[in-house]
């Protein structure tokens, strides 16, 4: 394998994607993002999905200046693939990094998306950018291919290099390649897709499942607080059954899961279907975070707390545990709802940048040190800090170590909850 390859976007895909590469090839690693390139630079990744020892063991040029890019024969574009406030595919990123790329393009390269698209995206919005901006002519000049990310923020035992790669190509010949580069690095191996299409599906269709069947654990949620029912005893007991699939309730955000249906279900509605299951599934799955809040301050009306001016505590803002990413949490939800009831809220994170917090919600980030007691608490993203201290740490965040505990994801264990503390959880 002699091509030279370039990385177009530094973010949680493309860093791993380009650290890995780095390791077996000299690699161009360009993003638009100074602050980005220049920590890079100096061994450090924010997002902490590599370590400072990887980073400097992978050859990598880093760069801001896209010429670099003539240099490549073999362009991985990883960006964002985010949506618009009325849940419509956001192409702006993916057009402007096809922009940037066609500008530098040059005869017999090949372009290959990794990020997250409807089906026929690639081939209907990217290929022509690339063509205009290069004045080349796709399948014939230069050459395009997609192999969906499946990157999984702060899991360090699948990883990019162990987990199946899905690849496709314009033609058989260009398909050999990609699988040629990527089998390079990817210990798992690679699944030919037939068409650039079909992976593209493929990429959008695993959240969409995903998502639908957290659903499904949100919406039985719903049923059990009503009868009275632990969820969590009842999937336990359920889950003894062979083939029953283990999903857990909770709040579901991040830029995969809450973002991706919508990209396969806003090009069904393009093509004249109107997808009921899954826009079914994302409407129970955005509703969860008034559902928790209104269940605290139920909880909390229960013990005669006065609610006006009350303080809750919430322990994790980012998306998901262990990881320090913002975009897109649903823990925002929760908050704006207790605000609503006009409850005081202070919020901690162990892992997210108080910036970055500020940017992304307006939310001024405490230290858990100089957290006030609280009369409630919600557990809201279980990073591993929070579960290794356990129960023992409400004695201090709550008022006189008396009040309601929210774990949305049931991580505390139940048996163990203090007399004088109110448990709720999905």
Known sequence: MNRKIAVVGLGYVGLPVAVEFGKNHKIIGFDINEHRINTLNQGIDYTNEVTSEDLVKANIDFTMDESDLSQADFIIVAVPTPIYKHNVPDLTPLKKASETVGRNLTKGTIVVYESTVYPGATEEVCLPILEEQSGLKGGEDFFIGYSPERINPGDK??????????????????LEIVASVYNSVVEAGVYRASTIKVAEAAKVIENTQRDLNIALMNELALIFDRLDIDTDEVLQAA???????????????????????YYLTSKAESVGYHPEVILAGRRINENMGKHIATSLIKEMIKKDMKIQGAKVTVLGLTFKENVPDLRNSRVIDVIDE???????????????????????????????????????VIFAVPHQEYVDKGWSQFEGLLKEGSGVVVDIKSKLVKEECPENVTLWRL
């Open 338 to 376: 207790l605000k609503e009831f006009g409850v005081e809220v202070q919020v901690t994170d162990a892992h997210a940048e108080k910036e970055d917090a500020i940017r992304e919600y307006g939310i001024e980030l405490m230290d858990y040190e100089n957290l006030q007691p609280a009369d409630a």
């Open 157 to 174: 035992e699948r990883t990019f290099r162990t987990i199946t790669k899905i690849v496709s190509g314009q033609n058989e010949e260009i």
């Open 239 to 261: 889950g003894t059954k062979w083939n029953f699939l283990r999903f857990s309730p909770g709040l579901v955000g991040g830029h995969c899961i809450g973002v991706d249906p």
